[in-house]
């Protein structure tokens, strides 16, 4: 339409030069309001259609969906060092069975092991002379 | 940042709610079945239709008095006739039908009293332009009144239509009863006839 009527357009343009008196809708539509006959009107239900019947269910769900969306995203960003490797650490090593898991696959040597109960034992007995002091 | 996003929704179905408080179609069809409430609703059919129907009716007819008084039997045909319409199709669909029924018997009753043969363009209705007191077009806007009003009648409507309601075919292949391939057509040669026109009085 717009490349047909391109030359017309561009020459005329949309105004076709009618006008109107002021306030004439205004006026006419209350002036046609009044002037209605009496008719007789046959009462009737309008079904609503299956759109108009299910539309606010379907905003409510689109509504909820978004709330949920925001969320995701928000938990996503801030919550990224929590659910992240040191999270996923922690739940494991809380578990002895994965602890034991993890030093009979042979990961842990055995002077890990004696280096480790050296630095336990060693704590216990700072914490013992503080103790004491 | 989420309350941001609530506060905007919220904002959003109230603005939503505000706009459909003032013309909602489904509500008003539904009313105007009502008998307590069916002169109210088309009370705001007119409001909300009147400027489109007038000024559609007004390219068909021209003169302004014209169109008033086909716009006024328009409505007054659409009231008179409420119980016949039961939603099937849209409410402008039914009374743009109505509006351009009207416009053609009113035409076409006016060439009879200028003793006019039906199939005479409708030139005549735009000769009188000139001398209008509602009409404050220039040359050019009178030239390209004259080219529409010297096209046939569905060519005439198709291009009032299409050209200044910007109307879509499918809506207009509803109103005229005309598959949309044919309404293209007749636009198509509508816009030649007037280019023609235009380029023959100049």
């Not at chain 1, 357009?9 to 306030?23: H, I, M, Q």
């Not at chain 2, 008033?68 to 119980?83: G, P, R, S, Y």
Request: glycine share 4%; hydrophobic share 40%.
């Amino acid at each position: 339409m717009k490349q047909e009527d391109s030359t017309i357009l561009t020459k005329y343009g949309k105004n076709p030069g009618f006008k109107v008196p002021e306030n004439y809708f205004e006026d006419f539509n209350k002036r046609m309001t009044e002037m209605l006959p009496e008719v007789e009107i046959t009462p009737v239900d309008v079904k609503p259609t299956m759109w108009q019947r299910v539309r606010p269910l379907v905003y409510l769900a689109a509504m909820f969906a978004g709330v949920w969306c925001m969320m995701s995203v928000f938990s996503h960003f801030s919550g990224a060092t929590n659910n992240g490797v040191g999270a996923v650490a922690e739940k494991l090593t809380d578990d002895k069975e994965n602890v034991d898991e993890f030093i009979m696959s042979g990961s842990v040597s055995d002077y890990d092991i004696i280096s480790y109960e050296d630095s336990v034992i060693m704590s216990n007995e700072d914490e013992v002379t503080d103790a004491n002091d | 940042m989420l309350a941001f996003f609530l506060l905007s929704l919220h904002a959003q179905s109230k603005t939503c709610m505000a706009a459909r408080e003032k013309y909602d179609e489904a509500l008003v069809v539904a009313q105007l079945h009502d008998p307590n409430l069916s002169k109210a609703a088309f009370g705001k059919v007119i409001e909300h239709y009147s400027s489109q129907l007038y000024w559609q009716i007004r390219r068909m007819v021209i003169d302004h008095d014209d169109a008033n008084d086909v716009l006024q039997n328009t409505f007054l045909k659409a009231w008179t006739n409420i119980d016949n319409f039961r939603g099937d199709a849209k409410l402008s669909t039914w009374l743009y039908k109505i509006a351009i029924n009207e416009s053609i018997t009113f035409v076409n009753k006016k060439k009879v009293m200028n003793q006019l043969s039906i199939d005479d363009d409708e030139s005549f209705l735009v000769n009188q332009l000139e001398s209008d007191e509602w009409f404050d077009g220039d040359q050019a806007q009178l030239n390209l009144q004259k080219a529409i009003a010297s096209l046939p009648e569905k060519q005439r409507l198709v291009f009032n239509l299409r050209y200044y309601d910007e109307m879509k075919y499918d809506e207009m292949s509803e109103i005229l009863g005309t598959s949309e391939g044919a309404l293209k057509a007749s636009y198509h040669h509508a816009v030649k006839k007037i280019e023609q026109f235009l380029g023959e009085t100049e």
